[in-house]
């Protein structure tokens, strides 16, 4: 797959993607964090398309490092928000107590 073929899956992925709709802040973090994990392997596809440009290897593995951690903080930041959004039954289950 060629980067524009990358570009064109990502600009497809995005605009699919309506947020907003979902009205449930767990779930838009959870879209988000699926965005970023598209956008690392992207960005991996891409270095390893443009492998034989060494000086773009490093700069597009620098950015798949960023996504990853960009989508685990998306991640963890919506199970915070779930869990401290839970109702106190299911907060006590998922520390592992009965309420």
Partial sequence: MNPQQHIANARTAL???????????????????????????????????LASWATVGP??????????????SLQHAGGTLAYNTAPPRAAALLRGWEA
Avoid: N, S, T
């Fill in 59 to 72: 700069h597009l593995a620098q950015a798949g490092d960023h996504a990853a951690a960009l989508a685990r």
């Fill in 15 to 49: 605009g699919a993607a309506d947020l907003g709709a979902a009205g449930d802040p767990v779930v838009v973090l959870a879209d988000l964090a699926a965005i970023a994990e598209l956008l690392g392997r992207l960005a991996e596809q891409a270095r390893r398309d």
